[in-house]
């Protein structure tokens, strides 16, 4: 490393005494030797998937729901689908770019600077590229990614163990919080109980779940119409739908009886139902939605503190956390994919054109020690996004 100098040297070595000298052809963008074009390749690949499959059906659903008037469509709907699409395509290229960049700054590549700091700043421009209404949901999304990460990765190192039916325990203990929370702070407005018992908000939330199973098969259905009464008739669509009109039905239900009862309305009467509508999710038991609703309580607690004054405020928060955690799902899908959420990794490879299955994982995992190569047998290295 006598080329490298000597305070970029220091600090390469700080980050991991180990390190290795390929290239970065020989090791990340395989498909050209073009640092560029590596790049390019990616970053086309994501804003045509962004532009064509990912946003547009999010933002009409979205609009949809806030009965959004015809001038959104006309003035802002593809505004909005291009900026987060140019969000997105920034910064999965940009990890990519940074990868070089670190490369021929440092000399070879160390275990930090393979991934993880590429993706850090990577993830902090794609962020604040995007539509600051976006910022939080996006952050709350990429946190709660992580953290699955690193449950997984302590529980397959022996270092915990999984509890029975774990994620319907937290979105039961979660709702309570939330529900304790928000009624504690807003109270109802009279004559809202009146509304309270009845089919209405409990079909309305079974439909919901239902069409949001069934929009990710339309794709398959236009190909193949012959798989409709499949998809239709399929339990698992049923079961999202039961899920979510139980956890209404049962938390109106179990409030109104508690009111009924205690002749009050009040903060724990909230707490007991969202505890008892929680057991819903054995209809539909999801890791992925009992972690995001822990994340989102933890948002909502935090912001309470804050406007009591007895925690501080902490600037660009969102955009920090986000980037923080994205980077964390990229270090974690190069070195050892298997622990990050299956979801996550076969659409990270939609949007790139499967380029991250093209990473050699095999170098990586003999000079870092890492189990990289699990998913990626030398013979099929897509074989993990074959698998359910």
């Not at 700091?117 to 999304?141: D, K």
């Not at 009146?194 to 779940?209: E, P, V």
């Amino acid at each position: 490393m006598s080329d490298v100098p000597l305070p970029l040297s220091a600090l390469a070595w700080l980050m991991s005494p180990t390190s290795c000298t390929n290239s970065c052809f020989d090791i990340t963008h395989t498909w050209t030797p073009s640092c560029f074009m590596g790049s390019w390749d990616v970053f086309l690949s994501v804003m045509i998937t962004s532009i064509t499959r990912i946003y547009p059906p999010i933002y009409l659903i979205g609009a949809l729901l806030r009965k959004e008037s015809m001038d959104y469509f006309k003035f802002r709907f593809f505004r909005d689908i291009l900026q987060s699409s140019l969000a997105i395509a920034v910064n999965g290229s940009g990890v990519l770019a940074g990868v070089c960049v670190f490369r021929k700054l440092f000399g070879r590549f160390y275990y930090l600077s393979m991934i993880f700091l590429p993706g850090l700043i990577a993830s902090f421009l794609g962020i604040s590229i995007e539509r600051r209404e976006r910022q939080g949901v996006l952050c709350l999304y990429m946190c709660n990614q992580a953290a699955d990460m690193i449950y997984q990765k302590l529980k397959a190192m022996g270092y915990i163990s999984p509890v029975w039916c774990g994620e319907v325990w937290l979105f039961s203990i979660t709702t309570a919080i939330m529900m304790y929370l928000y009624r504690s702070r807003t109270g109802m407005k009279k004559g809202v109980l009146r509304s309270l018992i009845g089919i209405k908000q409990s079909l309305k939330a079974f439909i919901t779940g239902y069409i949001l199973q069934v929009l990710p098969s339309i794709p398959k259905l236009i190909k193949r119409p012959g798989l409709l009464l499949k998809v239709l008739w399929n339990s698992e669509n049923f079961n999202c739908g039961l899920f979510l009109g139980s956890y209404v039905a049962i938390y109106k239900s179990v409030e109104y009886a508690l009111t009924y009862l205690r002749k009050t309305h009040d903060e724990y009467n909230a707490a007991i139902a969202g505890c008892l509508s929680g057991l819903s999710m054995f209809f539909y038991r999801s890791s992925t939605v009992a972690t995001y609703l822990a994340f989102k309580v933890i948002e909502t607690a935090y912001k309470h503190g804050k406007a009591q004054g007895l925690l501080p405020s902490l600037p660009h928060a969102t955009v920090l956390l986000y980037s923080v955690s994205t980077a964390m799902v990229f270090h974690g899908l190069t070195f050892e994919a298997q622990h990050v959420r299956r979801s996550y990794w076969k659409y990270l490879n939609t949007i790139t054109g499967d380029r991250f299955c093209e990473i050699n994982r095999y170098r990586l995992g003999e000079v870092f020690g890492t189990d990289s190569v699990k998913l990626f047998p030398a013979e099929n290295i897509r074989m993990s996004l074959n698998s359910s």
